[in-house]
């Protein structure tokens, strides 16, 4: 069994040092599921809500949280993005929206926290500029689809959406 990384001998926390690490280019992508129902769903495709363009907010919102993962996630590490894309796809007949974050870099560590930091964020961004018109939304099935780089090269989720 593989030992805790960011675990020392006495079962402290600590942040792992990367400092011998090579610079790759690294990719991940996250994906979560934001269940409003259709009629709540048309009104946000129709930017008839109250608060305005909710994707867009929600874009922003995910982008700016991927920039900010060090300082919410106590043992990541800052590191340079050099990309994030969040897209939106929607699906009427569920009333569901599902949201994808991507982001680059080249660095040492991996940015799949900073994808599904993004992809949540986003998400929850959604919640907010909808609650006024819809409280019961839920967000659900948060997770890593793919990433690449580093020592442990590219991962792909296996299973169907």
């Known amino acids: 069994m593989n030992s805790l990384s960011h675990v020392d001998e006495n079962g402290r926390a600590v942040m792992v040092d ?3 690490k090579a610079v790759t280019a690294r990719q991940a992508l996250a994906s979560v599921k934001v269940l409003l129902g259709e009629r709540l769903l048309r009104l946000l495709y129709d930017k008839a809500l109250p ?3 909710t994707l867009a907010v929600a874009r922003v919102a995910g982008i700016m ?3 900010k ?3 919410l996630i106590p043992l990541c590490h800052p590191l340079s993005i050099h ?3 969040i897209t939106f796809s929607p699906d009427f007949e569920k009333g569901s929206l ?3 974050a991507s982001v680059r870099t080249a660095d040492r560590t ?3 926290m900073e994808a599904m930091t993004a992809a949540s964020v986003a998400a929850l961004t959604v919640y907010d500029m909808c609650k006024g018109v ?3 939304i839920i967000i659900n099935e948060l997770r890593l689809e793919y990433k690449s780089g580093g020592k442990s090269g590219t991962w792909r989720r296996q299973e169907e959406r």
């Open 110 to 112: 991996g940015v799949e």
């Open 98 to 100: 599902h949201i994808e």
């Open 69 to 71: 993962v060090d300082t």
């Open 65 to 67: 949280a991927a920039k």
């Open 83 to 85: 990309s994030v894309e």
């Open 51 to 53: 608060k305005g363009d």
């Open 18 to 20: 990367v400092s011998e």
């Open 134 to 136: 819809e409280k019961g």
